[in-house]
């Protein structure tokens, strides 16, 4: 089992750049493609980007391809996402999560087929 931890949220400004991260436990999340997603209240969980196990590929929700970027660092078990410019409908609660499929080169969107989630990081985006 992974256990994961987002850190890097807060209040930030419309305009600013921010970067979130998901430290794993385990060295096997080198072994997963991973995600963020993230939801605002009485919203469903919304994919917003994914990366596979070694990094070599990735997906954006259509939403905010050219401003996030996701990213990892396998050495140090972490997977990162930045956010620039942010926007005010960036305020959400951020999440990162384990693809239940080790490896393969296909990232999924739907939550359900992830296994692992963090508890999440709130991003409050200020005008």
């Known amino acids: 089992q992974v256990q994961l931890a987002e850190s890097g949220g807060g209040l930030v400004q419309v305009g600013d750049s921010l970067i979130l991260s998901c430290t794993a436990s385990?060295?096997?999340?080198?072994?997963?493609?991973m995600g963020w997603f993230r939801q605002t209240p009485g919203k469903a969980r919304e994919f917003v980007a994914g990366?596979?196990?070694?990094?070599?590929?990735?997906r954006y929700a259509d939403s905010v391809n050219g401003r996030f970027t996701i990213s990892r660092d396998n050495a140090k078990n972490t997977m990162y996402l930045q956010i620039n410019p942010l926007k005010p409908e960036d305020t959400a609660v951020y999440y990162c999560?384990?693809?239940?499929?080790?490896?393969?080169?296909?990232?999924?969107?739907?939550?359900?087929?992830?296994?692992?989630w963090g508890q999440g990081t709130q991003v409050t985006v200020s005008s």
């Open positions: 999560a384990a693809d239940r499929q080790r490896g393969g080169t296909v990232l999924r969107p739907g939550p359900a087929l992830y296994a692992y």
């Open positions: 385990e060295r096997a999340f080198s072994t997963y493609n």
């Open positions: 990366i596979t196990s070694n990094g070599g590929r990735t």
